[in-house]
C-alpha cells in the first residue's frame, strides 16, 4: 500500500487514487506535526524583538553605529514582515561583553 504523503512527495501526477477517511485524518495530522515540529525549530516563542529606535534608545547609540554594527556583524537585525528588529538576547550579549568600550 503506499502512503498518500509519498504519493505527492514523489510528483504521481495524473492518477486517480481513493482516499479514506481515515487515510485523510492520518495525512492532516502528519502535516500539523511537521508544521509544529518547524515552528518549534525556528524561533523562541519568548523571543522578544525591538525595533532600530527602541535599541538606539536602549544602548544610548545612533542610527549610523547600528547600522554599522549590522554591518559589521556585531548586532544583525532579523527581518520580519520586511521590517529589521534585533534579539533582545542579542542586545543584553552585546551589553555585557562591551562593559569597558563604549562607541
Request: net charge positive.
Amino acid at each position: 500500500m503506499i502512503k498518500l504523503q509519498d504519493c505527492i512527495m514523489e510528483g504521481y501526477g495524473g492518477i486517480n487514487i481513493t482516499v479514506t477517511l481515515d487515510d485523510l485524518l492520518t495525512f492532516a495530522s502528519t502535516l500539523l506535526q511537521g508544521v509544529q515540529k518547524k515552528s518549534e525549530n525556528t524561533s523562541d516563542p519568548e523571543e522578544e524583538f525591538l525595533s532600530p529606535s527602541q535599541v538606539m534608545s536602549y544602548l544610548n547609540i545612533k542610527r549610523t553605529t547600528l547600522h554599522n554594527w549590522g554591518k559589521q556583524g556585531i548586532l544583525t537585525p532579523q527581518k520580519i514582515n520586511r521590517k529589521c528588529y534585533y534579539r533582545k538576547t542579542d542586545i543584553i550579549a552585546l551589553q555585557k561583553g562591551q562593559k569597558n568600550n563604549k562607541c
